[in-house]
């Protein structure tokens, strides 16, 4: 056995009788348990940017009559099993998902017939009409019951899917259409499902209906009277799993119930909620048993849930259409016996269903000794999903190995995000330029004469020490007169990668590289990305440069973009830059530094470097000024032994030399964004960052209120603000946890062509906006070698400056590549992380359990969350009397977030609250096919 196996806690768990769903106990951002390691060495403007904080520079290291194959967006219809069926609603292939491998959780329904989906022209008819909404859906990782999609410009919050019915058939990612349910029957929200904690909303008695940004009162959570009449309000408000408000009947009557807000000094009524009543056929009033509750506000009139504030009501509705699907339809499990005839496949990702196999696609013996399988990975594929049946239906696709071993589930992570390692074609590899016997390969002289020839210059690389991907470059040249030129030079990878041809197809779909903790699943040939296009240092390479002329006072005077040859005098890793920036006065010929090349000098280049620190340094401090947003995130780094497993795991930071770099590919990318905007106004390919989701970065903030801190979220400028005022107030551990709370309300940075924004005026110039870095046009040109958006930019940049027409793209082409490159980059980022919460997990696992210390980011009545300092994971913490043996819960405070827990041995009461520091023993284990990291609380020092 090439590696340890996890221990497995639920190998043998039964599938029969159960929920399409299991019931994951992991609870991370990555979905695969533990929140995974957050954030990235090379932090561009906020990953609240979706990527722009990372991914400038990251640590390198229709219709259709058939199945689907290749690309994981399609347009479907609404074929009455789930399949590809186009806008005509013709029946296709269907297909299905598939399950978790944790403990199977009963749904709360009784499953019938999933509804057939409306026609194309219907749900069109709908969206116009406001009666539906189309959307992404994003499943709940806690709830597989509990979807979403965004409520875009028609709500404030993102609409509830509430129900697997409801849900129909949808995968996660899917773009879908929603039609809305009666607004009258919509839930009032005294508890907001998506918020952090129980928050009970409600206004002041008297008081007009809210028109402020931020109106609500936080109710204060206590315990509710053990009366029938307090647990029914509370059962249809939907209170299930939560300790409701507490709820009194209303003097003189059976059928009302007051809400009372509690704080310190009194209890006062701010809402009164009451069952509709009807006239009877006899003419006497008559109780409405449904579960449609009318609000009083203070003593005012009595209104209908369809006209509450849209702050206090919940938008609801149900899928009717499936118009794309992001699901690649591989899934990685494991297998289980269903029945004789069946087989059920049991996925590593809770929020996918249950897929049925026929016993004759399962292994031979299977059906006599399926517990010989327990412990094995295996790969499935959905080939439909009918109507009438809870689970969907597939194929066994692939029998990876053993659970736990690294390989095994490295293929698993790269099936389930459609990672492309292979090697390219042959044909492929022979089109490229070919190089000598020596490994060099010459530039042709035609090309060299049609470029600026900047080889002379002092051009050197800064990036990772083990980075082979070299894809930009920097230069600095004081000028006689005061000023000084400052250039950035990217790899020219679009000369080796022309329009239309196999190599730019087959990149193209892939779109980016893939990082993983043990090796990198490139975009291109290694034979580019790692020879030709990497600006090596000594070798005479191609690339496309952006040259600023700088006054005195680092205003720039005279900008320049070109395709130039260049010659790199020096690969520098970003420990070199950062010794320079820390002793000036260092002596580079007695530092063990790499070698120059040319006529460059140790001196001159360590010039050069403090030149560029000193600009980036007023381009930071400015760029902040004007009111761009960083939010940080550690990310955890390992160091892997002879046999490839984790021996080391340490926590990388953020230096000045990063953010030297990071300061000029910012400044690049803007620039080019401007340029290919102003000449193709509908056909630039930008990067946007929509604003964070208004109701929870609000949420956010009112949590934080009752804590002595203080945020404001008016502008992406004044939460930067904020941030840096607290950031000296507190200590490392605890402002990463203000940041990652501040994280969680933002929304994904997304590709886009500017053909979609209609009119280019001052009014709709919004929706190209980058809202983290503050500006107006913002797009990705400095890592051509890893990402197709920055080939297409330099396609785009060229034609620009020729003032050609881009004939290699339309509108649609470039709007589709778009498409591709957000799935794509999602999908590698997933992978990534998934990579490093298994090399974590098996750290652990090999070398631990480890005791640590941890900083509490969130309280609830029976449990608390951390995130554990040495490895920068979110974990929570069960403290409920089921789940620990050695303490019992006293107290749960609502309105200081602060749980008190006694230990059963020493009768010592201890409390947890916000941002406390504790004590965690770290372990790690396999349940099922899903691993994971837990943490167990140890009693205060």
């Known amino acids: 056995m090439a590696d340890k196996q996890f221990k497995n806690s639920s190998s043998t768990s039964k599938p029969q009788n159960q929920s399409p769903h299991g019931r994951g106990r992991g609870r991370g951002r990555n979905n695969h348990g533990a929140r995974g390691n957050r954030g990235g060495m090379r932090n561009t403007e906020a990953n609240s940017s979706g990527g722009d904080s990372a991914d400038l520079r990251t640590p390198r290291k229709e219709n259709s009559s058939v199945g689907r194959t290749g690309s994981s967006s399609r347009r479907r219809g609404n074929a009455q099993g789930r399949g590809f069926g186009g806008r005509s609603g013709v029946q296709s292939p269907k297909y299905s998902g598939s399950a978790s491998g944790s403990t199977p959780m009963k749904s709360r329904t009784k499953f019938s017939k999933f509804e057939d989906y409306m026609t194309f022209e219907d749900v069109q008819r709908g969206i116009k009409r406001g009666e539906m909404i189309r959307g992404a859906i994003r499943i709940n990782p806690k709830n597989f019951e509990q979807s979403f999609i965004p409520g875009g410009s028609m709500f404030k919050r993102d609409v509830l899917i509430d129900g697997l019915q409801n849900r129909n058939r949808a995968l996660e990612g899917d773009l879908v259409v929603v039609l809305l349910d009666d607004p009258s029957t919509w839930q009032v929200l005294l508890r907001d499902p998506q918020a952090s904690g129980h928050r009970f909303h409600a206004w002041a008695p008297g008081a007009s209906a809210p028109t402020c940004e931020h109106p609500e009162l936080v109710v204060r959570c206590t315990p509710a009277a053990s009366t029938a009449s307090a647990a029914d309000l509370a059962a249809a408000l939907r209170f299930s799993g939560v300790t409701p408000a507490q709820i009194v009947p209303s003097p003189g009557s059976q059928n009302r119930w007051d809400v009372a807000c509690e704080s310190e000094v009194q209890a006062r009524v701010v809402m009164t909620l009451q069952r509709p009543r009807s006239t009877s056929a006899s003419g006497d009033a008559a109780e409405d048993n449904s579960t449609t509750w009318q609000c009083t506000r203070g003593d005012g009139p009595l209104l209908p849930v369809a006209e509450l504030p849209a702050f206090f009501v919940q938008p609801q509705g149900k899928v009717v259409y499936i118009e794309e699907t992001n699901s690649l339809l591989l899934f990685a499990g494991m297998l289980r016996k269903q029945s004789k005839s069946h087989g059920i496949f049991v996925s590593k990702d809770h929020r996918v269903p249950r897929i049925l196999i026929p016993i004759e696609e399962c292994p031979e013996n299977f059906a006599t000794q399926a517990q010989t399988y327990a412990d094995t990975l295996v790969v499935c594929r959905i080939t439909a999903w009918p109507p009438d049946s809870i689970y969907a239906h597939g194929t066994l696709e692939e029998t990876l190995g053993l659970a736990g071993n690294i390989e095994v589930e490295t293929r698993a992570i790269l099936i389930e995000n459609g990672i492309d390692a292979n090697e390219y074609p042959d044909a492929v590899l022979k089109s490229l330029p070919q190089v ?422 969130k309280v609830q009545n029976r449990s608390a969350d951390v995130v554990i300092d040495r490895f920068g994971i979110e974990t929570r913490l069960r403290l409920d009397d089921d789940s620990c043996t050695d303490l019992h819960i006293v107290h749960f405070a609502q309105a200081t977030q602060t749980l008190t827990i006694q230990w059963q041995a020493t009768g010592v009461q201890q409390a947890i609250a916000m941002f406390q520091k504790v004590r965690v023993r770290v372990t790690a284990s396999r349940e099922g096919s899903k691993m994971d990291i837990n943490a167990v609380l140890l009693p205060s020092m």
């Not at 090796?519 to 020879?531: A, F, G, K, Q, V």
């Not at 830059?577 to 002793?583: F, L, N, P, S, V």
């Not at 607290?726 to 200590?731: I, N, P, V």
């Open 436 to 857: 000598g016997a020596d490994g060099i390969w010459k530039i042709p002289e035609q090309e060299l004469a049609s470029r600026r020839d900047l080889r002379e210059e002092q051009i050197c690389s800064i990036d990772p020490l083990t980075a082979r991907d070299l894809d930009d470059a920097l230069h600095f040249t004081a000028l006689e007169n005061g000023d000084f030129e400052i250039g950035v030079h990217i790899a020219d990878v679009s000369y080796f990668m022309k329009p239309g041809t196999k190599l730019d197809e087959i990149a193209s779909r892939r779109a980016t590289s893939t990082y993983l903790v043990n090796r990198c699943y490139p975009m291109l040939p290694r034979l580019l990305c790692e020879n030709l296009c990497s600006l090596t240092e000594g070798e005479d390479r191609l690339a496309f440069s952006v040259i600023w002329r700088f006054n005195k006072d680092v205003q720039i005077i005279d900008e320049w973009f070109g395709r130039t040859v260049i010659r790199s005098c020096a690969k520098l890793a970003y420990q070199h830059a950062q010794a320079i920036i820390e002793d000036p006065e260092l002596d580079w010929d007695k530092c063990n530094f790499p070698s120059i090349h040319g006529h460059h000098t140790g001196a001159r280049l360590k010039a050069s470097i403090l030149g560029l620190y000193t600009v980036s340094q007023t381009l930071r401090k400015r760029r902040f000024a004007d009111g761009a947003l960083r939010l940080n995130k550690t990310k955890v780094g390992f160091r892997l032994d002879a046999t490839g497993k984790p021996a080391e795991c340490f926590t990388r930071t953020t230096t000045d030399s990063n953010r030297l770099v990071e300061e000029f590919m910012l400044l690049a990318n803007m620039a080019v964004a401007r340029k290919i905007y102003n000449a193709f106004p509908d056909l630039a390919l930008l990067r946007r960052h929509p604003p964070p989701i208004e109701k929870r970065l609000s949420e956010v903030q009112e949590m934080l209120q009752p804590l002595g801190i203080s945020i404001s979220i008016e502008s992406a400028g004044e939460l930067q603000q904020s941030l840096r005022e607290l950031e000296k107030e507190y200590d490392s551990a605890t402002f990463e946890i203000i940041q990652l709370l501040c994280t969680t309300p933002m929304q994904v940075a997304m590709y886009f062509c500017t053909g979609d924004v209609d009119g280019h005026d001052s009014a709709t110039l919004t929706e190209t906006r980058h809202y983290a870095l503050n500006v107006p046009f913002y797009t990705h040109f400095t890592s051509p070698i890893r990402r197709m958006a920055d080939v297409v930019v330099h396609r785009l940049l060229a034609c620009a400056l020729t003032e050609e027409a881009p004939t290699m793209y339309t509108t649609e082409t470039v709007r589709q590549q778009a498409k591709t490159c957000n799935r794509r980059k999602m999908a590698a980022k997933n992978a990534q992380e998934a990579s490093e919460h298994l090399y974590t997990c098996v750290y652990i696992d090999e070398h631990g359990p480890f005791d640590e210390p941890a900083t509490v980011c």
